[in-house]
């Protein structure tokens, strides 16, 4: 399978339509479209860590939740983070593709697979909000004191520190991995007291507790992170045995 193949069935399992207007994903740099997948790593994010770690061991391929390239770079140097990482990816001839909202969005994603880690129960229920009204997902869960519940977030996503701004016992809980502060209040309309995510800003998550939603941040990587074992078994899936898929867990802590 080359680059274009390995694309256009990871298109078909997560399509652009799922992605918000402002997202940029995909294939996001490449030095030959039609070289063969033969060894992929996947990690949340293409980090200089994890382009090095595979031009080191001979990757060709990195797959990723987060763009490599997202706000629209104005110059690709080596001084400038994002300039360093592509052309370490370039020089090495690795090619970078990531899947970010759709991910999000699509079933078994990122949403589902959070769900899933803090073994809330279903069926889970779909909300969003008008842009993406399938990103996150609400399940019940039987830990119903606040503090308890948050302990348990901390402890399965292996978070260093979660922040738990509480106002009424659990039970109904959404989740939305990384930045779901927008979603606080669509959370609540849709019938959680209680939302899951990675970083929402300090006034809001007071205004989410005095409007009668619970609001439990973890950071933004380890409500993330547990999507990745998943996008390795697609990508494995996708590209037959003879592909070895190796999944990273590297992030920007030492």
């Not at 595979?54 to 983070?81: I, R, W």
């Not at 927008?182 to 970083?199: C, K, M, N, Q, R």
């Not at 929402?200 to 205004?207: E, F, I, V």
């Amino acid at each position: 399978m080359n680059v274009l193949e390995f694309s256009d069935a990871l298109d078909v399992l997560y399509p652009k339509t799922l992605s918000c207007s402002w997202d940029n994903d995909g294939l996001m740099c490449c030095t030959d479209p039609y070289a063969q997948v033969k060894k992929v790593l996947v990690a949340l994010d293409a980090t200089n860590k994890v382009l090095n770690m595979a031009a080191a061991q001979d990757f060709d391929t990195v797959l990723t939740h987060h763009p490599l390239l997202f706000k629209g770079a104005k110059s690709l140097v080596p001084s400038t983070a994002t300039g360093g990482r592509v052309i370490t990816a370039l020089q090495s001839n690795i090619t970078v593709l990531s899947l970010h909202t759709r991910l999000d969005a699509g079933a078994g994603g990122v949403n589902d697979c959070l769900a899933a880690a803090l073994g809330l129960s279903g069926p889970l229920r779909k909300f969003g909000d008008s842009e993406s009204p399938t990103l996150g997902r609400i399940g019940t869960t039987d830990i119903s004191e606040g503090n308890a519940f948050a302990a348990h977030v901390k402890k399965v996503l292996q978070a260093p520190a979660v922040y738990a701004y509480l106002c009424r016992p659990v039970r109904q809980v959404a989740v939305c991995g990384g930045s779901g502060g927008d979603l606080v209040f669509s959370a609540l309309a849709a019938g959680a007291d209680t939302i899951v995510t990675g970083e929402c800003g300090y006034n809001l998550c007071l205004d989410g507790a005095d409007s009668g939603i619970n609001v439990i941040t973890a950071g933004h990587f380890h409500t993330e992170q547990p999507v990745c074992k998943r996008l390795a078994q697609l990508a494995q899936e996708i590209a037959g045995a003879k592909t070895e898929v190796v999944y990273s867990d590297i992030g920007v802590s030492l």
